[in-house]
C-alpha cells in the first residue's frame, strides 16, 4: 500500500511530517513517499523513504502557492496509482490532493497542522477570503482527517458540520530525564523556540529582559527577526539576549534541555494561536524544562493538569512569571515534569494514526 505524502515546505525540520511518515513506514503495511519543495533552500537530508522537492521559481509567497498547486497536481498524478492512500498536510496542499483523489478515485487524508484560514498572516487579507472559500468547498467533503490539537477538532466540527477529526497531537518522542540539578546555569536561560514572526510575544518579551537577571536565547528564524534584532540594540540588551538562528532538531533538543525555562507566549490574534497546542511546549516537557505560556484553552491544560510552570493573562506579568519559575528551579518541578512527560509523547498518538489508516485502508481496498 502506497502512502504519498505532500507538504508545502522543504521538509528538513517538519518534525510532524517526519514523525507521522516514520511511524507509518515503520507499520511494516505503507510505503511511504514524501513531496515537499524548495521554499527556504535545499538542505541536505535522508530519510528511509523516498522523498522529492519541486523545484518552485517564484520569490514571492503568493506565487509560489499557485505554482505549487499546479505541479503538485502533476506530481501526484505522475505518482499515485489505485493502491495508494494520499495524506495531504494543511490547506495549501489540500487541492491537487482532493483533485487527484477524486480523479483517480483513491482515499485522501487532511492532516490540518492548525486552522490555516485563522492565522495572523492571513487576518483582514483578501486572501483569507481564497483560502477560506477554498476550505469550505473541500473540507465538507473530506472524509478521513486529523488535526494538532482537540480545540482545533472541534472548530472543525462546529464550522463544517464534519466528523470530529482525529487528534494527534504533535509530541516528541518520549525521552529520559537527563538533567543534572548540580549544574546551575550562571546566568539563568530563558528559552524561546519557533518561528520569529509577529504575534508571538517577542516584541513584549524583549523589553522585559532589563528586569529579569537571566539571559534570552532565541532559537529561531524568521521575518521579524531583524527587526527584534534591532530592538535589542536600541535598549542596549545584546549582552542578555541571543539570537541563535534556525537550527536542526537535534541541535535544538541539546540547547532546550540547557534551559532553565521555555516560553511560548503567543499573542490571541488569530483562532489558530489561540486554539494551538505548540510544538514547543512539549518540547520543553520532554527536556524536563519548567514553562511559561499564555492563558490559551490547549496551553492552560498543560500547566492546570501537571504545574510544570505559570501561566500569563496579559503580558504585564510576565517578568513576574517568568522569575517565579527561575527563583523556584528546575528541580521544583521534576516530578510534575515527569509525570506530564508520559503524557505528553508521540508513542501516545501513534497509535490514532496507525489506527486511522487502517481504517481507510479496510473501507477502501
Known sequence: MKVIV???????????????????????????????NNWGGLPEMTRS?????????????????VEFQWKLYRKLLETADRNTILLSNDLDTLLPNYLVSRKLKIPLVFDSHEIFTEMPSLTGRFTQKIWRSLESF???KIQYMMTASESYADWFHKTYEIPRPVVVQNFPLKMANTQDYNQLNSPKIILYQGVINPYRGLDKLIPAMADIEAELWIAGDGPRKIEYQELT???????????????????????????????????????SYYFSMPNKISDYVQA????????????????????????????????????????????????????????????????????LFEKVKAENF
Not at 49 to 65: N, W
Not at 236 to 265: C, H, M, W, Y
Not at 307 to 322: H, M, P, R, S
Open 233 to 271: 540594540k536600541s535598549l542596549k540588551l545584546e549582552n542578555k539576549i541571543r539570537f541563535l538562528g534556525k537550527l536542526v532538531p537535534s541541535k535544538l533538543r541539546e540547547i532546550t534541555q540547557t534551559a532553565d525555562v521555555g516560553l511560548s507566549i503567543e499573542e490571541n490574534h488569530g483562532l
Open 138 to 140: 473541500i473540507v465538507p
Open 288 to 355: 524536563r524544562i519548567p514553562v511559561v505560556v499564555s492563558d490559551f484553552p490547549e496551553m492552560r491544560k498543560v500547566v492546570d493538569e501537571f504545574q510544570v510552570g505559570k501561566k500569563i493573562a496579559n503580558y504585564t506579568e510576565l517578568g513576574k512569571k517568568i522569575n517565579t519559575v527561575l527563583q523556584n528551579g528546575k528541580q521544583f518541578y521534576e516530578n510534575s515534569l515527569n509525570s506530564a512527560a508520559d503524557k505528553y509523547c508521540w508513542e501516545k498518538e501513534e497509535p490514532k494514526i496507525t489506527a
Open 49 to 65: 523513504y523516498p522523498v522529492s522537492r519541486l523545484i518552485l521559481k517564484s520569490k514571492i509567497l503568493r506565487y509560489a502557492y
Open 6 to 36: 505532500s507538504v508545502f515546505n522543504n521538509l528538513l525540520t517538519d518534525q510532524r511530517v517526519e514523525k507521522v511518515c516514520k511511524t507509518l513506514s515503520e507499520d511494516g503495511v505503507y510505503n511511504i513517499e514524501l513531496i515537499g
